[in-house]
């Protein structure tokens, strides 16, 4: 029990604590009021606004009073339920690092609203909240269930919501891309932004965020219960199935208003609550209120960034600079947690259970052969121009007309290389991490290589663009080895644990894709060759990328399948790989600057492809059992065959128009999780 003096110091801060928030809240609102491009508007003229009378008002008082003072208000508004969501989702699944972003929320919800946008746009007018509701609570159910539900650590959470995200990006990529027209001006809603012209999203809004907290509010008891355990809690009379429930509904509630009206702005429900924790608030009446105000100051002071920079950088959207905020914070988070042994075993486990092999290796590497040689076949034949199977082998063998030899073998070979040996790279990263970190979720993606080395292509064609094409793949593995150097120098204080890995590379990561959302925005790039940029695509590569992109595979591979064994051994566990002689730390070094190389070299060509390192090594695994020497030659094969069938797929499916082949197998990868997480929950 807390004592009376401990109870009144616990108040005395909480007010303390109070007063400071609202006083820079209300600075940050007003510096907010004097910044913007439209005209340069000085403290006196803000004060001016306020008293002049409506009808006597100059053009900067409309500026101030109509377009500013909704956005510094939105961002109040919408910073504060962000918060209180994140409060709600952390108590109801006892996750530390739950939010609306890494549990999937903001992800589903920003889906359904452009699924709605372009399927039923008539219902959509306006806000669409309803449809954001509806999308925040399918994702957030699915990542709960497939995680594990009560049973699922922080880990599992993070990775289920952080792959669960991914997927339903991939989905709003594609339809964003295959319904340009329809879905003009959404890019930048779609990385988080408070910009308004009028009062009519505060007015959409308002009711429903205060709705919304003040039913939080009246559940704080509840919730201080629900920390208790459900057994407690029923013991003193909590009905705790509805409880829950409504403490879910409501959490989506705040976040899907949030979503409909200023994107999916992610981190803000995250950092609050661990704020207000810090100087020692633990009952959820103080907790919320203060966590609101938190909010709120976070998502403005972020607004009052973007509003300095936009003078300079031109547009930044919101999303990008908490993101900016909150990722160095998670690190910081996780780091405290590992300290504290909050978030699993100390070991991180082995995930690999009971799967011994399934086919010889002879026949299964057979047979996916045949698969590939097929699937470079039909890229080589089909597409807006189709060859007979004769004529492609006249093409190949030396003959053919000069249409089709030019056809074939100077746009679809090397296109249908690129492909093929960007699969593979791709593939045996994700083999890689997926053995140093032990869960089939690690790829390149979710560990942070794919978007570090993203942002570092992306930075070299802006900022340089004079260079040759050939340094593309240095400042990719440049900003993919930066990426690895983060996540390796952080996890290190903790001893390179695999869920240390795992959470710092989400973090990470969420911080490279800031970085190259505001490249994409100050480069001013066409919606469509962003977003096919930031998919992955295939399109118009030639020879110049094969020979750019060969090397690393070809010599990389085998030097990963050398370390296969050392890799067998860290899957027994720290303890017990240790305890047989191997050098764990350096083994993950070693294996980490090669899957960071692979990764890389794949991204500066393709862009940032997501999927082929989770599902291919997985598909290998269950083909071939856990042994990294038979699954090597398995994954790169897989991971080739893969990318090569959503390069000529995306061709074909709705020729003339093209998919990029990183949204095919993003499609793919979607159902493919669902399907991968269940397997795990029935294994344990």
């Not at 590379?505 to 930031?534: D, E, H, N, P």
Request: proline residues 4%; hydrophobic residues 55%; aromatic residues 6%.
């Amino acid at each position: 029990m807390q004592t009376g003096p401990f109870r009144f110091v616990q108040a005395w801060r909480g007010t303390l604590f109070c007063f400071v928030m609202l006083l820079l809240l209300a600075t940050i609102a007003l510096l907010q009021l004097t910044q913007g491009r439209a005209a340069s508007v000085g403290f006196f003229t803000v004060f001016e606004a306020w008293t002049t009378p409506a009808a006597e008002r100059e053009l900067a008082h409309h500026i101030v009073l109509g377009i500013r003072l909704p956005r510094a208000v939105l961002g109040m508004l919408t910073g504060g339920a962000l918060a209180v969501s994140g409060v709600l989702l952390q108590t109801l699944t006892r996750n530390p690092i739950a939010s609306g972003g890494t549990l999937g929320i903001n992800a589903g919800a920003h889906m359904a609203v452009i699924a709605g946008t372009i399927f039923f746009p008539a219902a959509t007018a306006g806000y669409s909240l309803p449809l954001a509701a509806a999308g925040g609570l399918g994702a957030a159910l699915f990542v709960y269930a497939a995680a594990g539900g009560m049973k699922a650590t922080p880990v599992r959470m993070a990775l289920a919501g952080m792959a669960t995200a991914l997927a339903m990006g991939a989905v709003t990529g594609a339809l964003q891309l295959l319904y340009e027209n329809e879905t003009t001006g959404l890019f930048l809603w779609g990385s988080g932004t408070l910009i308004q012209i009028d009062w009519s999203g505060v007015r959409f809004v308002w009711p429903w965020i205060a709705a919304g907290t003040m039913a939080a509010f009246l559940m704080a008891r509840p919730l201080d219960l629900l920390l208790l355990g459900e057994e407690t809690g029923r013991s003193l009379g909590q009905r705790i199935g509805i409880t829950r429930l409504l403490v879910l509904l409501t959490a989506i509630g705040l976040a899907a208003a949030s979503v409909s009206v200023v994107g999916p702005i992610g981190f803000v429900g995250l950092i609050a609550p661990h704020l207000i924790r810090l100087i020692g608030v633990r009952r959820h009446r103080s907790l919320l209120l203060l966590s609101f105000l938190a909010g709120a100051v976070i998502l403005s002071g972020s607004d009052l960034v973007v509003l300095v920079l936009e003078s300079r950088f031109g547009l930044v959207p919101v999303g990008a600079i908490t993101a900016l905020i909150g990722g160095p914070l998670l690190i910081w988070l996780i780091l405290r947690m590992g300290r504290s042994r909050t978030m699993g075993g100390e070991n991180g486990g082995t995930v690999y259970r009971g799967a011994g092999q399934r086919l010889s290796l002879p026949v299964a590497s057979s047979v996916i052969a045949v698969l590939l040689i097929a699937a470079m076949g039909a890229g080589l034949a089909l597409g807006s121009l189709r060859f007979p199977l004769d004529e492609l082998f006249a093409v190949l063998t030396g003959d053919g007309s000069k249409l089709a030899r030019t056809i074939i073998l100077e746009q679809r070979l090397p296109r249908t290389l690129v492909a093929a040996l960007a699969g593979a790279a791709l593939a045996v990263s994700g083999l890689l991490l997926q053995g140093i970190v032990r869960n089939p979720l690690a790829d390149p993606s979710i560990v942070g290589i794919t978007s570090g080395a993203g942002m570092g292509a992306l930075l070299l064609l802006i900022a340089w663009p004079q260079l040759p094409v050939g340094w593309i793949p240095a400042a990719a593995f440049a900003g993919g080895l930066l990426a690895a150097a983060i996540v390796y120098l952080f996890a290190l204080r903790n001893k390179l644990q695999p869920i240390t890995l795992a959470l710092i590379g989400i973090a990470v990561s969420a911080c490279g894709s800031a970085f190259i959302q505001m490249l994409v925005v100050k480069a001013q790039l066409r919606v469509a060759a962003a977003l096919a940029w930031l998919a992955g695509s295939t399109y118009a590569r030639g020879w110049s990328e094969v020979a750019l992109l060969a090397a690393w595979p070809i010599i990389l591979i085998p030097l990963g399948w050398l370390l296969a064994r050392r890799l067998d051994l860290l899957a027994l566990g720290d303890i017990s790989s240790v305890g047989l002689g191997l050098r764990i730390t350096r083994t993950r070094l070693q294996v980490m600057m090669i899957a960071v190389a692979l990764a890389s070299a794949a991204v500066a060509i393709v862009g940032t492809v997501g999927f082929v390192g989770l599902m291919a090594p997985h598909a290998a695994r269950l083909i071939a059992g856990n042994r990294h020497r038979s699954l090597f030659p398995l994954a790169a094969m897989l991971g080739a065959l893969l990318l090569v069938s959503a390069d000529w797929f995306g061709r074909i499916a709705l020729a003339p128009k093209e998919i990029p082949s990183g949204l095919v197998v993003a499609l793919l990868g979607a159902p493919y999780l669902l399907w991968l997480m269940r397997e795990r929950r029935s294994k344990g």
